[in-house]
């Protein structure tokens, strides 16, 4: 299936960790109950120092934001193994994250959830692209292009994981290729994710 997403950059650097994607106070919101998903989205990086990031992911009052990509160094998504971390980013409307490398357990849980794409760039990035920067990565080609400038990053290639994530997550994909029988519908927040760590918070 051919995948090219399309949108706005925001752009963080190193070590984002989960309290900063979304604070622990937060945790207690349930993905499964569409109207807790939805403010999950409204607090997605809101840890975030305000002296480093003027520029808020989620503008004040909403629930979604106006970026579709979220761009990032080393080691996003490290800390704590909490999976609201890349659904509070899916519920805000992003789709995918391309960083220099994530911590294995939200790479895990992104694609478990199915909310976002997790994408490793093969150079740093993060120094290039600017907030607002219009951008188009191609799952296909393993690209990410600045429309202005049209400048060219590879991508490494999702493998395994990227029909996971388009089915929808784990319980999804395993539902749609006969391994567990389907049974009514199913929301890709639903929690049901993989064996992980144990959380620490």
Excluded at 45 to 67: A, H, N
């Amino acid at each position: 299936m051919s995948k090219v997403i399309h949108g706005k950059a925001y752009v963080v650097r190193d070590n984002i960790d989960t309290d900063q994607i979304i604070p622990a106070q937060y945790l207690t919101l349930v993905p499964t109950i569409p109207e807790e998903y939805e403010k999950l989205g409204g607090y997605a990086l809101c840890g975030l120092p305000k002296d480093q990031y003027p520029t808020r992911y989620i503008p004040e009052g909403q629930t979604k934001g106006p970026y579709t990509i979220v761009i990032a160094g080393r080691n996003f998504g490290c800390g704590s193994s909490r999976e609201h971390a890349p659904i509070a980013l899916g519920a805000a409307g992003c789709e995918a994250v391309v960083a220099e490398s994530f911590a294995r357990i939200f790479f895990r849980n992104s694609v478990a959830t199915g909310e976002l794409y997790p994408v490793e760039s093969t150079t740093r990035i993060c120094e290039t692209i600017r907030t607002g920067d219009e951008i188009e990565l191609d799952l296909d080609a393993n690209t990410l292009k600045i429309l202005k400038s049209s400048k060219v990053f590879a991508t490494k290639s999702l493998g395994d994981a990227r029909p996971v994530i388009d089915a929808g997550g784990l319980f999804d994909f395993a539902r749609q290729s006969g391994m567990i029988q389907a049974q009514g519908n199913h929301s890709k927040a639903t929690g049901e994710l993989a064996a992980k760590e144990p959380a620490d918070d």
